[in-house]
């Protein structure tokens, strides 16, 4: 049985790898629920539903980092000791950085949506292509400081993303 202090795949039962079922991952997430729901405890008393509640903020916890590949990716790293630290590792091969400085450009001279949805298609693709490449190095390399190198590309790409999203919004309105 699990404990508070296990690791995410622990807790939800799951190989220790990026690749993941996400319907397991959800199928298991709503088992963990039912298990650990307060409301199975009431007869139990108060200190007994206080443990379903840690329990359950705990499941939810993992849940949000193993759902989302990035998450995952990062939690990775950062057990196999390869911490992301985002805010102080923003160093970036030269051809990623031209390829983000050339996107910027492209999204600030766009004028339709129609421009606007192929760099959205553009940035999906790298966005794929960066999962296969994070999924490489952590499942079959084990090279967690690469991967951790992907995962802060991923997060540029992930931000640009949002900001082409909302480009989109705007015109669309």
């Not at 916890?61 to 989302?68: F, G, N, S, V």
């Not at 606007?116 to 790298?126: A, H, Q």
Request: with cysteine; proline share 3%.
């Amino acid at each position: 049985m699990a404990s508070l202090q296990s690791n995410d795949f622990e807790l939800f039962d799951l190989p220790v790898r990026f690749a993941q079922d996400r319907a397991a991952i959800d199928a298991r997430w709503k088992e963990l629920q039912r298990e650990a729901h307060p409301d199975r405890f009431a007869a139990q008393g108060a200190a007994a539903q206080r443990v379903a509640m840690q329990w359950s903020v705990r499941i939810n916890e993992a849940y949000q980092r193993l759902k989302d590949p990035l998450k995952r990716a990062s939690y990775l790293c950062e057990l196999r000791g390869a911490p992301i630290n985002a805010e102080n590792n923003t160093a970036m091969p030269a051809d990623f950085l031209m390829q983000q400085m050339a996107w910027r450009e492209a999204l600030e001279d766009a004028k339709s949506v129609q421009e606007i949805e192929e760099i959205s298609s553009g940035v999906n693709r790298d966005r794929r292509e960066q999962l296969l490449k994070i999924e490489r190095s952590i499942d079959l390399e084990n090279d967690f400081r690469a991967a951790a190198q992907q995962v802060r590309s991923l997060m540029f790409i992930e931000r640009f993303a949002s900001e082409v999203d909302a480009r989109i919004d705007q015109l669309g309105q």
